[in-house]
């Protein structure tokens, strides 16, 4: 009893810490991005600078900020090293140089092999990737009634935890078990999105209404 007490203890203060850690991410690029409205974007790449060890759970969208502000700045040369620094970690941003916003760096002659090992980083992600899913019941569920299912999917470029945050009216709250889904597809390391013709999403997708209904009284 005592052991799963101390378990249930440690557990609630690790969700209380990544709580807050998150809340303070927030703030910070809340102030990023006033720095960014004001057109400051030296004072934000600083303020960055000085607070990537602070954030180092949220590298790579701190270096996404980053790489964001040199072009606005039309920096483009500071960033070819952001890329080389960020594919050493693993990270990646789906750097083809058919998409019309990486056009200004084609000038440089390294962004061909820059481009090639950020689209084979992508490539051996997505080979091991899967689909996945969370489900929100009703606030008031009860597994004596079977409930309508609403499928909620992330947006292009965007993930799960940022589709979580929409679709929360009274009615749905009230009235589906919703089930919020990630694409296996990635656009780049932390970002998402969905292809017409995927035979492996299709078959994800499957697995998942299965898995579902099986665990939950769906109508």
Not at 117 to 134: F, M, P
Not at 162 to 168: A, L, M, S
């Amino acid at each position: 009893m005592m052991k799963t007490a101390i378990t249930i203890l440690m557990y609630l203060i690790s969700i209380g810490l990544l709580t807050a850690q998150e809340s303070s991410i927030e703030k910070f690029m809340k102030e990023v991005q006033e720095l960014e409205n004001n057109k400051k974007y030296t004072e934000a790449l600083e303020l960055i600078d000085l607070n990537l060890e602070k954030f180092s759970d949220y590298e790579f969208r701190l270096l996404k900020e980053k790489i964001y502000l040199n072009e606005k700045m039309d920096h483009y040369a500071e960033n070819l090293p952001i890329f080389e620094y960020a594919h050493e970690k693993g990270y990646f941003f789906l750097l083809h140089p058919d998409i019309p916003k990486y056009k200004p760096y084609r000038v440089f002659p390294e962004f061909e092999e820059i481009s090639e090992r950020d689209l084979k980083i992508r490539e051996q992600v997505n080979a091991e990737s899967k689909t996945t899913y969370k489900v929100h019941l009703p606030k008031d569920f009860t597994g004596e009634k079977r409930w309508p299912l609403l499928l909620i999917f992330n947006g292009g470029g965007s993930n799960l935890d940022r589709v979580q945050k929409h679709w929360h009216s009274e009615t749905l709250k009230s009235g589906y078990i919703k089930v919020y889904l990630q694409s296996y597809n990635h656009y780049d390391t932390e970002t998402y999105g969905w292809r017409s013709g995927d035979n492996m999403a299709d078959i994800e997708l499957f697995r998942i209404f299965i898995e579902v209904i099986k665990q939950y009284p769906v109508d």
